[in-house]
């Protein structure tokens, strides 16, 4: 395991000398890649989603493509069209820019809901069919998408299924004030990212996203996770709970949080840590608790909170 955290340690560093202040953020990115999962990030405009996906991917060594979401945007702009060669009389497909290593989707809520499914296939079989015919997404795939908490003309929500298919909602927020300074300090001449190099291969992440399968995850720690889980489809202020594939999120999420720090085994401080990340987004809240303004995040806490912790002694 100490190998699986020099990996993230070393990530993790390089990527700070582009955003700074916000290890916590960055922890989950990388949680989120290492364990095969696709990343919402909700913030306003300016905080740096869009070097965060750039910083990751060149520390890596992927390749990288943004697409931004209009109302205006095709499934086609985002998967790829057939066009017709009229030298060899066939058909040619020319692939979109999902077929990046890293795909960061910008303001991913200002699509139709007809382009947003473009994504669903590719997020979860990592595939994509065009014309009658699939094509195979590279390895490792990531989906980056960033959206606008405050709501403006022109937005649509995201689809339930499209939720479900990421495996962590995370908030940048702004930087203190000291990193605000730093930040200023670090672009007087020219951006940092543009002297970030390489510090890791692809080859050693693939090995580590299989490494992590292997973290050890007790089954009491198991059962805490179902239950969690289970009790979101029970909450009185919840229409829709979270699904089996938010339960295999939190699983995988918490073995490479494991790793990250140093544990071949799953805590259940790793749960707690996780849970609002992995399973606030994929929850609807009733009408009724709508009306009362009640946050997803609230009612995961509330959950925690409630759920006895495998191991703890009643006070």
């Known amino acids: 395991m ?21 290890r916590e953020v960055v922890d989950l990115v ?47 702009d985002i998967a790829g069209v057939s066009i017709y060669n009229q030298k ?7 692939p979109g820019p999902i ?7 910008d303001e991913i809520n200002r699509a139709t809901p007809k382009t947003q499914s473009a994504l ?9 069919t065009v014309d009658g015919v699939t094509y195979s997404l590279p390895d490792p795939f990531l989906v980056m998408a960033t959206q606008n ?30 990193d605000e300074l730093r930040v200023i300090e670090s672009q007087h001449h020219r951006h940092p990212i543009e002297e970030l190099e390489q510090v890791v291969d692809i080859a050693d992440l693939l090995r580590i996203q299989e490494e992590i399968k292997d973290i050890y995850v007790d089954q009491l720690v198991r059962e805490y996770m179902v239950d969690i889980v289970r009790l979101t489809r029970e909450h009185r202020d919840i229409y829709l709970g979270a699904s089996t594939r938010g339960s295999l999120s939190l699983f995988r999420s ?3 949080y494991a790793a990250f720090h140093g544990r071949d085994y799953v805590i259940p401080d790793d749960v707690k840590q996780l849970a609002t990340a992995t ?20 009612i995961v806490e509330e959950i925690l909170d409630t759920v006895a912790v495998p191991g703890a002694s009643a006070a």
């Open 30 to 76: 990388l949680v989120g890649l290492v364990a095969k999962g696709h990343l919402l990030i909700e913030d306003v405009p300016g905080v740096g989603k869009t070097t965060l996906a750039k910083a990751i991917a060149q520390s890596i060594g992927c390749t990288f493509k943004r697409v931004q979401f209009t109302p205006d945007i095709l499934p086609s």
């Open 99 to 105: 077929m990046a290593q890293i795909v960061l989707a």
């Open 149 to 178: 908490p405050i709501e403006y003309e022109g937005t649509f929500p995201l689809p339930e299924s499209q939720l479900d298919r990421f495996s962590m909602r995370i908030s940048m927020g702004y930087v203190s004030r000291a």
């Open 254 to 256: 918490c073995q490479a």
């Open 2 to 22: 100490q190998d699986i955290r020099t990996v993230a340690q070393k990530v993790m560093a390089n990527v700070e000398k582009v955003i700074l202040g916000k």
């Open 279 to 298: 399973l606030a987004h994929r929850l609807i809240v009733s009408p009724a608790a709508r009306i009362r303004n009640v946050d997803t995040r609230g």
């Open 120 to 128: 669903l296939e590719g997020m979860e079989e990592r595939q994509v």
């Open 88 to 94: 060899t009389l066939e058909f040619e497909f020319r």
